[in-house]
Protein backbone atom coordinates (compact mmCIF):
# COMPACT_ATOMS: atom_id res chain seq x y z
CA UNK A 1 0.00 0.00 0.00
CA UNK A 2 1.46 3.00 -0.77
CA UNK A 3 1.66 6.11 1.46
CA UNK A 4 -0.52 9.19 1.36
CA UNK A 5 0.80 12.30 0.01
CA UNK A 6 0.08 14.05 3.68
CA UNK A 7 2.11 10.73 4.97
CA UNK A 8 4.97 11.21 2.58
CA UNK A 9 5.95 15.04 3.02
CA UNK A 10 5.82 14.55 6.72
CA UNK A 11 7.95 11.44 6.49
CA UNK A 12 10.60 13.32 4.29
CA UNK A 13 10.34 16.74 6.33
CA UNK A 14 10.86 15.05 9.57
CA UNK A 15 14.15 13.53 7.52
CA UNK A 16 15.35 16.70 5.69
CA UNK A 17 15.12 17.73 9.45
CA UNK A 18 17.62 15.12 10.54
CA UNK A 19 21.42 16.07 11.14
CA UNK A 20 24.20 14.44 9.17
CA UNK A 21 25.52 12.32 12.46
CA UNK A 22 22.17 10.86 12.68
CA UNK A 23 22.32 9.42 9.27
CA UNK A 24 25.88 8.55 9.62
CA UNK A 25 25.03 6.93 12.94
CA UNK A 26 22.79 4.69 11.02
CA UNK A 27 25.19 3.79 8.42
CA UNK A 28 27.68 2.75 11.30
CA UNK A 29 25.16 0.34 12.86
CA UNK A 30 24.09 -1.17 9.70
CA UNK A 31 28.13 -1.44 8.44
CA UNK A 32 28.88 -5.23 7.54
CA UNK A 33 31.73 -5.41 10.00
CA UNK A 34 29.42 -6.62 12.29
CA UNK A 35 31.35 -5.00 14.95
CA UNK A 36 29.57 -2.78 17.57
CA UNK A 37 31.17 0.43 18.22
CA UNK A 38 31.07 2.18 21.49
CA UNK A 39 30.70 5.88 21.57
CA UNK A 40 34.06 7.24 21.69
CA UNK A 41 34.66 4.83 18.17
CA UNK A 42 31.73 6.15 16.78
CA UNK A 43 33.02 9.87 17.32
CA UNK A 44 36.25 9.34 16.31
CA UNK A 45 35.07 7.58 12.59
CA UNK A 46 32.50 10.47 12.29
CA UNK A 47 35.31 13.20 13.02
CA UNK A 48 37.73 11.36 10.85
CA UNK A 49 35.13 10.79 7.59
CA UNK A 50 33.71 14.02 8.15
CA UNK A 51 36.96 15.82 7.85
CA UNK A 52 38.86 13.55 5.24
CA UNK A 53 35.54 14.54 3.12
CA UNK A 54 35.71 18.15 3.57
CA UNK A 55 39.55 18.04 2.81
CA UNK A 56 38.88 16.30 -0.52
CA UNK A 57 35.64 18.92 -1.41
CA UNK A 58 37.93 21.84 -0.60
CA UNK A 59 41.00 20.44 -2.78
CA UNK A 60 38.88 19.38 -5.82
CA UNK A 61 36.68 22.44 -5.45
CA UNK A 62 40.13 24.62 -5.97
CA UNK A 63 41.20 22.40 -8.49
CA UNK A 64 38.21 22.36 -11.13
CA UNK A 65 36.05 25.33 -10.13
CA UNK A 66 32.50 25.84 -10.94
CA UNK A 67 32.93 22.48 -12.90
CA UNK A 68 29.63 20.36 -13.18
CA UNK A 69 29.61 16.34 -12.03
CA UNK A 70 29.66 15.55 -15.60
CA UNK A 71 32.31 17.18 -16.45
CA UNK A 72 34.65 16.79 -12.99
CA UNK A 73 34.59 13.07 -13.89
CA UNK A 74 35.33 13.33 -17.27
CA UNK A 75 38.01 15.49 -15.92
CA UNK A 76 39.64 12.94 -13.68
CA UNK A 77 39.55 10.30 -16.31
CA UNK A 78 36.52 8.77 -15.21
CA UNK A 79 33.93 6.83 -17.62
CA UNK A 80 30.41 7.14 -16.89
CA UNK A 81 28.24 4.26 -18.08
CA UNK A 82 24.73 2.60 -17.34
CA UNK A 83 24.55 -0.11 -14.96
CA UNK A 84 24.26 -3.32 -17.02
CA UNK A 85 20.95 -4.72 -16.53
CA UNK A 86 21.73 -8.15 -15.76
CA UNK A 87 24.12 -7.32 -13.52
CA UNK A 88 21.41 -6.21 -10.85
CA UNK A 89 23.24 -4.08 -7.64
CA UNK A 90 21.68 -6.81 -5.31
CA UNK A 91 19.30 -6.28 -2.49
CA UNK A 92 21.23 -3.09 -1.22
CA UNK A 93 19.97 0.70 -2.54
CA UNK A 94 22.73 1.00 -4.48
CA UNK A 95 22.30 4.15 -7.10
CA UNK A 96 26.05 3.97 -8.22
CA UNK A 97 29.18 2.17 -8.92
CA UNK A 98 32.50 2.40 -8.72
CA UNK A 99 34.75 0.09 -10.75
CA UNK A 100 38.32 0.84 -9.82
CA UNK A 101 39.43 -1.64 -12.20
CA UNK A 102 37.78 0.30 -15.47
CA UNK A 103 38.22 3.55 -13.53
CA UNK A 104 34.48 3.43 -14.44
CA UNK A 105 31.06 4.89 -12.85
CA UNK A 106 28.03 2.30 -13.07
CA UNK A 107 24.81 4.22 -12.93
CA UNK A 108 21.40 2.59 -11.89
CA UNK A 109 19.58 3.96 -14.09
CA UNK A 110 16.27 1.86 -13.32
CA UNK A 111 16.73 2.75 -10.02
CA UNK A 112 17.37 7.20 -10.68
CA UNK A 113 14.27 6.72 -13.25
CA UNK A 114 12.24 5.17 -10.38
CA UNK A 115 13.08 8.06 -8.09
CA UNK A 116 12.57 10.94 -9.96
CA UNK A 117 9.25 9.34 -10.88
CA UNK A 118 8.37 9.12 -7.18
CA UNK A 119 9.16 12.80 -6.73
CA UNK A 120 7.28 14.13 -9.48
CA UNK A 121 4.29 11.34 -8.64
CA UNK A 122 3.93 12.85 -5.00
CA UNK A 123 5.19 16.23 -5.44
CA UNK A 124 8.12 16.27 -4.23
CA UNK A 125 10.03 18.49 -6.53
CA UNK A 126 10.47 21.46 -3.82
CA UNK A 127 11.67 19.78 -1.08
CA UNK A 128 14.31 17.93 -3.08
CA UNK A 129 15.17 18.31 -6.49
CA UNK A 130 15.17 16.03 -8.74
CA UNK A 131 18.41 17.71 -10.10
CA UNK A 132 20.00 17.10 -6.85
CA UNK A 133 19.41 13.21 -7.09
CA UNK A 134 22.13 12.30 -10.07
CA UNK A 135 24.39 15.14 -8.67
CA UNK A 136 24.80 13.51 -5.39
CA UNK A 137 24.95 9.99 -6.86
CA UNK A 138 27.95 10.68 -9.14
CA UNK A 139 30.08 12.98 -6.46
CA UNK A 140 29.77 9.66 -4.19
CA UNK A 141 31.08 7.96 -6.72
CA UNK A 142 33.81 10.33 -7.62
CA UNK A 143 34.87 10.48 -4.44
CA UNK A 144 35.56 6.48 -4.27
CA UNK A 145 37.94 7.26 -7.21
CA UNK A 146 39.51 9.58 -5.63
CA UNK A 147 39.96 7.63 -2.33
CA UNK A 148 42.18 5.54 -5.07
CA UNK A 149 44.68 7.59 -5.19
CA UNK A 150 44.56 8.72 -1.41
CA UNK A 151 45.94 4.89 -0.02
CA UNK A 152 46.17 6.80 3.53
CA UNK A 153 43.03 8.73 3.91
CA UNK A 154 40.88 8.11 6.67
CA UNK A 155 37.96 6.71 4.94
CA UNK A 156 39.94 4.02 3.69
CA UNK A 157 42.18 3.20 6.54
CA UNK A 158 39.88 3.38 9.16
CA UNK A 159 40.51 0.19 11.49
CA UNK A 160 38.19 -1.25 14.39
CA UNK A 161 40.91 -2.68 17.11
CA UNK A 162 39.28 -5.80 18.50
CA UNK A 163 40.54 -9.37 19.67
CA UNK A 164 39.77 -12.71 18.85
CA UNK A 165 38.29 -14.62 21.20
CA UNK A 166 38.99 -11.74 23.82
CA UNK A 167 42.85 -12.78 23.55
CA UNK A 168 44.77 -12.40 20.00
CA UNK A 169 44.56 -8.61 18.84
CA UNK A 170 43.04 -8.13 15.09
CA UNK A 171 42.09 -4.86 13.44
CA UNK A 172 39.26 -4.64 10.86
CA UNK A 173 38.50 -2.51 8.42
CA UNK A 174 35.54 -0.51 8.43
CA UNK A 175 33.78 -0.05 5.07
CA UNK A 176 31.31 2.21 6.58
CA UNK A 177 33.64 4.97 6.98
CA UNK A 178 34.39 5.09 3.19
CA UNK A 179 30.40 5.14 2.69
CA UNK A 180 30.16 7.92 5.24
CA UNK A 181 32.77 9.85 3.57
CA UNK A 182 31.25 9.64 0.22
CA UNK A 183 28.02 10.80 1.60
CA UNK A 184 29.24 14.18 2.96
CA UNK A 185 31.61 14.72 0.11
CA UNK A 186 28.45 14.81 -2.13
CA UNK A 187 26.42 16.68 0.11
CA UNK A 188 29.32 19.55 0.31
CA UNK A 189 30.03 19.04 -3.59
CA UNK A 190 26.16 19.22 -4.39
CA UNK A 191 26.05 22.33 -2.04
CA UNK A 192 22.36 20.73 -0.91
CA UNK A 193 21.34 21.50 2.86
CA UNK A 194 20.21 17.82 3.70
CA UNK A 195 21.81 14.05 3.85
CA UNK A 196 21.38 12.62 0.38
CA UNK A 197 21.31 9.33 1.63
CA UNK A 198 17.41 10.19 1.78
CA UNK A 199 17.55 9.47 -1.98
CA UNK A 200 18.56 5.80 -0.91
CA UNK A 201 15.00 5.71 0.88
CA UNK A 202 13.16 7.55 -1.74
CA UNK A 203 14.33 3.53 -3.94
CA UNK A 204 13.44 1.57 -0.93
CA UNK A 205 9.87 3.29 -1.12
CA UNK A 206 9.90 3.21 -4.78
CA UNK A 207 10.32 -0.44 -4.79
CA UNK A 208 7.96 -1.10 -1.95
CA UNK A 209 10.16 -2.31 0.87
CA UNK A 210 9.50 0.73 3.27
CA UNK A 211 6.85 2.89 4.20
CA UNK A 212 6.52 6.48 5.05
CA UNK A 213 7.23 6.09 8.58
CA UNK A 214 10.42 4.50 7.97
CA UNK A 215 12.02 7.63 7.61
CA UNK A 216 14.47 9.24 10.38
CA UNK A 217 13.16 11.98 12.67
Not at 148 to 164: K, N, Q, V, Y
Not at 168 to 191: D, K, Q
Request: with cysteine; charged share 20%; aromatic share 6%.
Amino acid sequence: MRPSRDALHAGVRRALACPDETWYRHMLRQDASGCPLGEAEIAGVLRGALAAAAAVAREIGQAHPAASPGELASALGLDVVPLDEHGGMGPLPLLGLYQPAGRRIMLNESGLNAIEELIAAHGLETLTPTKDLRACVLYHEIFHALEDARPGIFTRSAMLRRTLFGLIPRRRGLASASEIGAVHFSRLMAGIAYSPCIFGHYLLLAEGRIGADAFPG
